[in-house]
């Protein structure tokens, strides 16, 4: 069983910086997409960026795109999201997630494992 652990989440005002961490435990599989989610309140979560494990095939959401990367370090099992130029609407919960095949997207029902979430909250 594949588990994620999300760290990295904080108070930061506009115009900061923070980096995002996923964490993978169990046997995940190279070509599986990663993918980053977020879910403000009151709205629905929405797909933020996707990578593979072995750090191919990068996709960024038109809403941050140009102000976040992701990245991921293949020997570590760990996916990162490096956010600059924070706006208060990116106020979100923000979700990691993989699949347990090699099919990737922006859809939800097209990872497999989550987790728990890490809050951003940034101040105007």
């Known amino acids: 069983q594949v588990q994620l652990i999300e760290n990295g989440g904080g108070l930061v005002q506009a115009g900061g910086s923070l980096r995002l961490s996923c964490a993978a435990s169990?046997?995940?599989?190279?070509?599986?997409?990663v993918g980053w989610f977020r879910q403000a309140p009151g709205k629905n979560r929405e797909f933020v960026a996707t990578?593979?494990?072995?750090?191919?095939?990068?996709y960024v959401s038109d809403s941050v795109r140009g102000r976040f990367t992701i990245s991921s370090d293949n020997a570590k099992n760990t996916v990162y999201l490096q956010m600059n130029s924070l706006k208060p609407e990116d106020t979100a919960v923000y979700f990691c997630?993989?699949?347990?095949?090699?099919?990737?997207?922006?859809?939800?029902?097209?990872?497999?494992?989550w987790g728990q979430g890490t809050q951003v909250t940034v101040s105007s």
């Open positions: 990578i593979k494990w072995d750090g191919t095939q990068t």
């Open positions: 169990g046997p995940i599989f190279s070509r599986a997409p």
């Open positions: 997630a993989t699949g347990a095949t090699a099919y990737s997207g922006t859809l939800e029902l097209q990872y497999d494992y």
